[in-house]
C-alpha cells in the first residue's frame, strides 16, 4: 500500500486542496491530510475547526485521513510510515522554499520523496488567504471552496468582525 502525507494549514480548504487530494489519490491509495497547528500564520479557524472542515469536504473520499500535527513534518511523516509528501506548486514562486523544504526533507530521511503536484488550471489560482480575503471584502466565494466551507468561512467572518 503506497501512503502519502500531504500538510498544509488549510484555513480553509479550498478546491485547489481538494484537486490535489483527489489526483493524489490515483496515484497513492492512502492519502493523510496533516493539518499544521501553526500559530505564527495566525489563522482564521483553530485546527480543531479546520479539521472539521476536511472531514466534511472529504466524507466521500475513500482513503482519506486528517489529521492536526504540530512540530517538525518530516517526523510526523516518519512515524505514519508514508512514502511520499504532496506538495502542490501554484506557481514559480512556490517552487523555491518547497524545493527549500524538500531538500532539507530529504536530508533528515532519504527514503521519504517529496512529489510536487501542480493543481488543475481552474484552480491554479485560489489560496486561502485570497478566499478569505475577497469573503472578507463581501465576494462571492463560489466556486473556490465548497458550499458547507462557505458557510462556516462567512459565518466566522461575521463573528470576529463583531469583535
Request: charged letters at 20%; hydrophobic letters at 45%.
Amino acid at each position: 500500500m503506497k501512503k502519502a502525507l500531504y500538510p498544509g494549514t488549510f484555513d480553509p480548504v479550498t478546491y485547489g486542496h481538494l484537486d490535489l487530494i483527489k489526483r493524489s489519490l490515483s496515484i497513492f491509495d492512502k492519502i493523510t491530510v496533516a493539518i499544521a497547528n501553526n500559530l505564527q500564520k495566525a489563522p482564521l479557524f483553530s485546527a480543531i475547526e479546520r479539521k472539521e472542515m476536511l472531514h466534511l469536504a472529504t466524507k466521500n473520499l475513500e482513503g482519506v485521513e486528517v489529521v492536526i500535527f504540530d512540530g517538525l513534518l518530516i517526523k510526523l511523516a516518519q512515524s505514519l510510515c508514508v512514502d511520499a509528501i504532496v506538495r502542490g506548486l501554484r506557481a514559480v514562486s512556490d517552487f523555491e522554499y518547497e524545493l527549500q523544504i524538500a531538500q532539507i526533507n530529504r536530508r533528515l530521511c532519504p527514503k521519504i520523496e517529496t512529489v510536487f503536484m501542480i493543481p488543475s488550471a481552474q484552480y491554479a489560482y485560489i489560496s486561502s488567504s485570497i478566499v478569505k480575503e475577497v469573503a472578507a471584502f463581501g465576494g462571492n466565494i463560489k466556486g473556490f471552496v465548497p458550499a458547507e466551507i462557505e458557510q462556516k468561512l462567512l459565518a466566522k467572518l461575521n463573528t470576529s468582525s463583531k469583535h
